[in-house]
T-cell receptor, first 111, second 114 residues
Framework: DTAVSQTPKYLVTQMGNDKSIKCEQNLGHDTMYWYKQDSKKFLKIMFSYNNKELIINETVPNRFSPKSPDKAHLNLHINSLELGDSAVYFC??????????FGQGTRLTVV | GENVEQHPSTLSVQEGDSAVIKCTYSDSASNYFPWYKQELGKGPQLIIDIRSNVGEKKDQRIAVTLNKTAKHFSLHITETQPEDSAVYFCAASGGGTSYGKLTFGQGTILTVHP
């Protein structure tokens, strides 16, 4: 009974392709996030959704489009993938001012 | 926006020694400071957190201290064990309209030698 689950765990794709990463949380949290971890392990927020509404968009290229069909799901779609998009993408969730719980990550490799 | 600096970037200790990791933050409105441990191939896992109305918090071998005036907070691990080896991240949250957004430090690679 994983709290925050992401699929797929690994994703290898060619430049120019479009891909999606899915995230689901079963914690009943209202807020979900996408974070990007680069090759130097630096973690940076990309998006935040609260009750299906986008509330944070941290200057992420328009090629990245999050979608939240309900408060338990937050998917990330990436168009026209570039080499620089290679990273580990983490989904997380939290409730109010509580701690954020992270998924296991999706390692995206663009070749 | 918030900026979090974390030091050292790598830390190597012998089993049984203590380890200390320090972070500073820039936004005086930040009020929540979690610490995460990330093992290889896994997501960050919360190990301890502290809020701005508390100066110190302890959980078994792990403790965190917060100095709001100086805007810095530290993680202390006592009696380190090889399984403590991982990357540790500090983070800050809660300032203004952050909506729970975490700003992370750069991470510290802790290696505990048996």
């Amino acid at each position: 009974d994983t709290a925050v689950s992401q699929t797929p765990k690994y994703l290898v794709t060619q430049m120019g392709n479009d891909k999606s990463i899915k995230c689901e949380q079963n914690l009943g949290h209202d807020t979900m996030y996408w974070y990007k971890q680069d090759s130097k392990k630096f973690l940076k927020i990309m998006f935040s959704y609260n009750n299906k509404e986008l509330i944070i968009n941290e200057t992420v290229p328009n090629r990245f489009s999050p979608k939240s069909p309900d408060k338990a799901h937050l998917n990330l779609h990436i168009n026209s993938l570039e080499l620089g998009d290679s990273a580990v993408y983490f989904c997380a969730s939290s409730q109010g001012g509580s701690s954020a719980f992270f998924g296991q990550g999706t390692r995206l490799t663009v070749v | 926006g918030e900026n979090v600096e974390q030091h050292p970037s790598t830390l190597s200790v012998q089993e049984g020694d203590s380890a200390v990791i320090k972070c500073t933050y820039s936004d005086s409105a930040s009020n929540y400071f979690p610490w995460y441990k990330q093992e290889l191939g896994k997501g960050p896992q919360l190990i301890i957190d502290i809020r701005s109305n508390v100066g110190e918090k302890k959980d078994q071998r792990i403790a965190v201290t917060l100095n709001k005036t100086a805007k810095h907070f530290s993680l202390h691990i006592t009696e380190t064990q090889p399984e403590d080896s991982a990357v540790y991240f500090c983070a800050a949250s809660g300032g203004g309209t952050s909506y729970g957004k975490l700003t992370f430090g750069q991470g510290t690679i802790l290696t505990v030698h048996p």
